[in-house]
């Protein structure tokens, strides 16, 4: 599985970014995926997952009802949708696979499969 994750950039607080994670695997909806970030001398934390089909979500509290996790199983792709940026949301996102469904991508322990990482820098 190669996950090959794009978008990052430089945005001002309050500001829009839309991030993509492109998959090169047989069939991506035995995928569930997820976005994670960590931050400078953080720890890598879960922002949200998506369900095989993409019917159902779960995300961090600090990001609910600002950011959208959906996936295109035709195209193989997951995205992020991330509006009313803060600063506090900069950091590196990674996006992740598990073919075991949505509940194994909830601990980044626990995750297989890796993105390299898009910085995302939300100035203010």
């Known amino acids: 599985v190669q996950l090959q994750a794009s978008g990052g950039g430089l945005v001002q607080a309050g500001g829009s970014l839309r991030l993509s994670c492109a998959a090169s695997?047989?069939?991506?909806?035995?995928?569930?995926m997820a976005w994670f970030r960590q931050a400078p001398g953080k720890e890598r934390e879960l922002v949200a997952v998506?369900?095989?089909?993409?019917?159902?979500?779960y995300y961090a509290d600090s990001v609910k009802g600002r950011f959208t996790i959906t996936r295109d199983n035709a195209e193989n792709t997951v995205y992020l949708q991330m509006n009313s940026l803060k600063p506090e949301d900069t950091a590196v996102y990674y996006c992740?696979?598990?073919?075991?469904?949505?509940?194994?991508?909830?601990?980044?322990?626990?995750?297989?499969?890796w993105g390299q990482g898009t910085l995302v820098t939300v100035s203010s």
């Open positions: 992740a696979a598990d073919p075991r469904g949505l509940g194994y991508l909830l601990d980044s322990a626990g995750v297989d499969y």
């Open positions: 695997v047989r069939t991506f909806s035995d995928y569930a």
């Open positions: 998506i369900s095989w089909s993409g019917g159902s979500t």
